[in-house]
């Protein structure tokens, strides 16, 4: 079981930056394959970035590529999410999720935290 709290979203300026972090329990945290999704009001839940458990591979949605960077620290158990040059279009509420596998569906997800770039 793995439990997943996120932190460092709030209300920036566009153009400004923001790191979310997310914490997890547990000790396998470093065996996890971990993401971060986003949802804006009225939309479906959207891939964001993606880490594998050993950071060495990442994935971006075309949307934030050169802007987002995903990575890891497995000794605290934490993995992060820089945001850069935020627009209106990156408001939303944004999740973390592990899975054990690299190809299956996210098994455990955070309550989520949320970003408002205002223009």
């Known amino acids: 079981q793995v439990q997943l709290v996120e932190s460092g979203g709030g209300l920036v300026q566009a153009g400004g930056s923001l790191r979310l972090s997310c914490a997890a329990s547990?000790?396998?945290?470093?065996?996890?394959?971990m993401g971060w999704f986003r949802q804006a009001p009225g939309k479906e839940r959207e891939f964001v970035a993606a880490?594998?458990?050993?950071?060495?591979?990442?994935n971006y949605a075309d949307s934030v590529k050169g802007r987002f960077t995903i990575s890891r620290d497995n000794a605290k158990n934490t993995v992060y999410l820089q945001m850069n040059s935020l627009g209106p279009e990156d408001t939303a509420r944004y999740y973390c999720?592990?899975?054990?596998?690299?190809?299956?569906?996210?098994?455990?997800w955070g309550q989520g935290t949320q970003v408002t770039v205002s223009s």
């Open positions: 999720a592990a899975k054990r596998t690299s190809w299956g569906t996210y098994e455990y």
């Open positions: 547990g000790r396998t945290f470093s065996t996890y394959n």
């Open positions: 880490i594998a458990w050993t950071g060495a591979v990442t």
